[in-house]
């Protein structure tokens, strides 16, 4: 079974950048498809983006492309979030997630970080 934590949230200014990782445990890191899923206070777990098996496929959510980045490294067992021009709107906690399949719901995926919190201040 994967184990995932995630790590690299903090406070930021409104267009700053920040990388989010997320550490798996386990040897079948490869098999697992990857996401990254973010959730601001009252708000239903929102997609952000996904990255295939190989990492040769990835897609995000329509507004976060063209700003944040996913892609994976199998030989560190981890996936990572590049996230430039930030704004105030893209506070929230951020979830690494692991599944058989890729998918923009949560319910593709069934293994789930702890979640690190991302706050951007205007």
């Known amino acids: 079974q994967v184990q995932l934590v995630e790590s690299g949230g903090g406070l930021v200014q409104a267009g700053g950048s920040l990388r989010l990782s997320c550490a798996a445990s386990?040897?079948?890191?490869?098999?697992?498809?990857m996401g990254w899923f973010r959730q601001a206070p009252g708000k239903e777990r929102e997609f952000v983006a996904a990255i295939s098996q190989s990492g040769i496929s990835t897609y995000s959510a329509d507004s976060m492309k063209g700003r944040f980045t996913i892609s994976r490294d199998n030989a560190k067992k981890t996936v990572y979030l590049q996230m430039n021009s930030l704004k105030p709107e893209d506070t929230a906690v951020y979830y690494c997630?692991?599944?058989?399949?890729?998918?923009?719901?949560?319910?593709?995926?069934?293994?789930w970080g702890q979640g690190t919190q991302v706050t951007v201040s205007s």
């Open positions: 386990g040897r079948a890191f490869s098999s697992y498809a």
């Open positions: 997630s692991a599944g058989y399949y890729s998918g923009s719901s949560p319910s593709t995926y069934n293994l």
